[in-house]
Nanobody, 125 residues
Framework: QLRLVESGGGLVQTGGSLTLSCVAS????????IGWFRRAPGKGREGVGS????????MYADSVKGRFTISRENAKKTIYLRMNGLKPEDSAVYYC??????????????????WGQGTQVTVSS
């Protein structure tokens, strides 16, 4: 059964850090790009970043560039999202997703076919 499971969310103060993990099962992770997205209350799903199958190409949204870092360990079937300098506006449910196609931009949700259940990140001011 194909699954993506996020973990590592929680409550932090402004300026704090968190590392989210996304563990994949049921498919060969090495073959796929993976994206991170987030959804804040009352807002649509927003792309955070994307990492290529080998980790050689990584893209970030302008809103997180310089603060967030995506990495992966294919041998451990895990993708990471390291978040530094967190701000209240980073509060959201964070999701990882498997990218099935490369027809449009990495932040286009239609490019992704499987999603995790999400993990909540709350940044207090």
């Amino acid at each position: 059964q194909l699954r993506l499971v996020e973990s590592g969310g929680g409550l932090v103060q402004t300026g704090g850090s968190l590392t989210l993990s996304c563990v994949a099962s049921g498919f060969t992770l090495d073959d796929y790009y993976i994206g991170w997205f987030r959804r804040a209350p009352g807002k649509g799903r927003e792309g955070v970043g994307s990492i290529s199958s080998t980790g050689s190409v990584i893209m970030y949204a302008d809103s997180v560039k310089g603060r967030f870092t995506i990495s992966r360990e294919n041998a451990k079937k895990t993708i990471y999202l390291r978040m530094n300098g967190l701000k209240p506006e980073d509060s959201a449910v964070y999701y990882c997703a498997r990218r099935r196609s490369h027809d449009t931009q990495w932040y286009d949700t239609t490019e992704y076919d499987y999603w995790g259940q999400g993990t909540q990140v709350t940044v207090s001011s």
